[in-house]
């Protein structure tokens, strides 16, 4: 799962033919390759994405993606336990790895004359990986600690994950990548080699080179370390589909004496378009017409002048299926949240009545294409490029940047926006500061 919070490819045709090089080949084995050519860099990054993730995982260990890919940093044939590590370090590299609902994804940087070593480090493991038993219940513990360290100590842990599963009551969207704890505490390394094998194959993987480098000069590499490893049968994708709620909207209200400021979060059904290039452009124009910048009118109007919010931001959540478009304020805790949220919806529904502002849709628009001027000082840039494309964005969209963006309409993002909005929010959340969350009338009844 990835944001459109600014979508980052503010790509100039131009400047993209003339500084960068985007070529892309697929081995026989179906190992995909994508090289994007940056000749300035004096590094390389390499990634290595799997088509599988916890949406993937089967039910009673949820959160499996995550942990094998934990034990892809515990050794293999050629890379005992702690030769990766050592490896970088005698380079000036490092590593690292994220599990999302969808994908797994592993990346390494180092100077550009080790890219063999990335190569060869992946094409190790990618076929010979070793699940050892000490080295897994030692990182079973770290995976723990890490669900611990990152939901245990959210001030709002307990509602974001029942907010999680209120937006997927049936889609396994509904539980975060790293699974509950009692998902952890099952994992087995047999239930990790059998998930290995099931999904780790070249042609259930594609590899991203970020660097001064051609596919010319990549590809032989890749084929050196990689063609020998056999394809193998992959298993369709099968997922529950989300119900429709039919016009219900849940409400997740929490308080904890952590939190300085109120949160409000309101969540509407959003459907992929990762791989629509023409339907997600227009999304990420909406997004950023609506809340792009703090010079946008809904901004403006809630922050600057009418102070019911310190700040108004939206997202679009986008995965493998659908997910969400969802806004956020965040309030000063003696702002009144009725109101705050009475005036979003008005705002909201005069969008939908009289349309967007199209001061609003031409700043963001413009605001994209003057992305490109900073991003291509450096490899974020095309770090951002290939993230994309891990998600699932077609090759050919990244070259059609400008073309496509330059395509969208003000009518076409007011459509979206129409689209969006057509069926009530999902879910309602709310987080109050201690002693600030309105009382109900089951408070006085537990009371009394």
């Given amino acids: ?110 100077p550009a004359e080790y890219l063999d070593t990335a190569l060869d480090i992946e094409a190790d493991r990618m076929e010979n990986l070793d699940i050892d038993e000490k080295a897994f219940l030692s990182e079973q513990k770290v995976v723990l600690e890490e669900r611990r360290m990152r939901l245990g100590n959210h001030a709002f842990k307990t509602a974001a994950e029942i907010l999680r599963r209120s937006m997927f009551t049936a889609h396994p969207y509904g539980i975060f990548p790293i699974g509950y704890e009692a998902h952890i505490k099952a994992y087995t390394t047999e239930a990790l080699t059998a998930h290995y094998k099931k999904w780790y194959a070249p042609n259930n993987a594609t590899i991203i080179v970020i660097g001064p480098y051609n596919l010319d000069y990549v590809l ?84 600057k002048e009418k102070s019911l919010a310190l700040s108004v931001s939206c997202r679009y959540a986008y995965g493998e299926d659908d997910m969400d478009f969802s806004f956020s304020l965040m309030l000063d805790p003696v702002m009144n949240v009725e109101k705050a949220e009475q005036f979003l919806f008005e705002q909201l529904g005069s969008f939908l009545k009289n349309g967007l502002l199209k001061k609003d849709f031409e700043n963001a628009k413009l605001g994209k294409k003057n992305a490109l001027d900073f991003a291509l000082d450096g490899e974020s840039f095309l770090i951002a490029v290939a993230d994309r494309l891990v998600e699932g964005l077609p090759f050919e969209a990244v070259t059609d940047y400008e073309k496509l963006l330059d395509a969208v309409t003000l009518d076409q993002a007011h459509k979206m926006l129409k689209f969006i909005l057509a069926k009530p929010p999902v879910v309602i959340a709310r987080y109050y500061p201690k002693g600030k969350m309105p009382k109900r009338s089951y408070h006085n009844a537990l009371v009394e």
């Fill in 220 to 303: 032989p590499k890749i084929e050196e370390k990689f063609a020998s490893i056999a394809a193998r049968d992959i298993p369709e994708r099968k997922r529950i589909a989300e119900p429709d709620r039919e016009g219900l909207t849940t409400t997740i209200e929490q308080e904890n004496a952590r939190s300085e400021n109120i949160y409000i979060t309101i969540s509407y059904r959003a459907p992929t378009l990762i791989k629509k290039p023409e339907a997600f452009f227009v999304m990420g124009l909406l997004q950023a017409t609506l809340c792009g910048n703090q010079n946008g009118s809904l901004y403006q109007k809630m922050v």
């Fill in 1 to 110: 799962m990835r944001y459109i919070f600014v979508l980052f490819l503010g790509i100039c045709c131009g400047n993209l033919q003339s500084k960068i090089s985007v070529q892309s080949s697929t081995l026989a084995n179906g190992l995909k390759v994508v090289v994007l050519k940056n000749p300035l860099l004096p590094c390389v990054t390499v990634y290595t994405k799997y088509d599988v993730g916890t949406a993937d995982d089967p039910a009673e260990v949820v959160g499996l993606s995550h942990m094998l890919e934990h034990m892809m940093f515990k050794g293999s044939r050629k890379y005992p336990i702690g030769s990766i590590d050592n490896v970088l370090n005698s380079c000036g590299g490092h590593s690292n790895a994220h599990t999302t609902f969808d994908t797994t994804v592993y990346t390494f940087s180092l």
